[in-house]
C-alpha cells in the first residue's frame, strides 16, 4: 500500500508539472524581407532551327512518299550547308486527313491528306543561319517553324544572375535596415526562383514561302539570350548600438 501511496503521488506530481503553465515567452525577433533580382545578358553562341516539308495527295501513301522525297533533298542540303558539326534531329512527324465542309452542314468529304515532316536542326556557327534556310527553300521546304537561340554553358549566366540578386537583395536589406534605425543582424532564409533564360523571339508562327532559285540571303538578327534571378531574403535586426 505504501509503494502504491508512493506512486500514485509521483504521477499526481507529474501530472501537475506538465499542466503547469509556460512561462514567459522570448520575444520574436524583428525581421525584413527583401527581393533582389538580376539579369545576365549574353550573346548566344548557339541556334536550333526547325525546318518543315508539307507535301498533299489524295492517298496518305502518295503524301508521305512525296514528303519523304523532298525532306531527303532538303536532309542532304543542310547537311552540306551546315557542315559536320550540325546535328539534325526530327522533331515533328504526322500524315493527317483533310475534309471539305459544306455550308448547310452534313457529313464532311475526305478529299486527301496532308504529310509534315520537321527536323531541327542545331548550329553553333550562327553565320550559317541564312546559308542553311535558303538552301533548305531550294531543295523543298516549304515551312520554317521555329528559330530558337541558346547559350552553349548557361550554368555560367545564371550563377552570375543569382550572386548579382542576391546581392542586390543584401543592399536593399542593409539600406531598409539603416532608414530604420536599424542593423541586420543575421540571414535567417534565403528563397530563390529558377533562373529564367528568355531568348529574343524569331519566329513565333510558322512562315511559309516558295521555292526559288535564287533571292537574296535570309537575314537573321541574333539579339541576346537574357538569364534572370530573383532572390528573396529574410534577414533579422535589431537596433543600432548608440
Known amino acids: 500500500m505504501r509503494a502504491l ?7 499526481a506530481s507529474a501530472t501537475a508539472i506538465a499542466q503547469a503553465p509556460p512561462g514567459p515567452r522570448p520575444p520574436r525577433p524583428a525581421t525584413i524581407q527583401v527581393t533582389g533580382q538580376a539579369q545576365v545578358s549574353e550573346s548566344p553562341d548557339r541556334v536550333y532551327i526547325d525546318i518543315g516539308v ?79 534556310i535558303d538552301g533548305s527553300a531550294q531543295a523543298g521546304s516549304n515551312n520554317v517553324q521555329d528559330i530558337r537561340f541558346a547559350l552553349r554553358d548557361e550554368q555560367a549566366p545564371r550563377r552570375e544572375a543569382l550572386r548579382e540578386a542576391a546581392l542586390n537583395a543584401r543592399q536593399e536589406a542593409d539600406a531598409l535596415a539603416g532608414a530604420l534605425g536599424l542593423r541586420v543582424v543575421r540571414v ?44 528573396t531574403l529574410t534577414v533579422e535586426v535589431a537596433p543600432t548600438a548608440r
Open 54 to 132: 508539307t507535301t498533299q495527295a489524295q492517298k496518305s501513301e502518295a503524301a508521305a512518299s512525296q514528303n519523304a522525297a523532298r525532306l531527303s533533298a532538303v536532309i542532304a542540303t543542310v547537311k552540306r550547308a551546315a557542315g559536320p558539326a550540325a546535328q539534325l534531329t526530327t522533331a515533328q512527324y504526322s500524315i493527317s486527313p483533310n475534309y471539305s465542309y459544306s455550308h448547310d452542314g452534313g457529313t464532311p468529304t475526305l478529299t486527301g491528306y496532308t504529310a509534315t515532316n520537321v527536323i531541327r536542326v542545331r548550329l553553333d556557327d550562327l553565320h550559317l543561319i541564312g546559308k542553311v
Open 5 to 11: 501511496l508512493v506512486l500514485t503521488l509521483a504521477a
Open 188 to 231: 535567417r532564409s534565403v528563397e530563390e526562383q529558377s533562373p529564367a533564360v528568355v531568348r529574343p523571339p524569331i519566329y513565333p508562327e510558322v512562315r511559309q514561302f516558295a521555292r526559288v532559285e535564287a533571292a537574296p540571303s535570309t537575314p537573321v538578327e541574333a539579339g541576346t539570350v537574357d538569364v534572370s534571378a530573383t532572390i
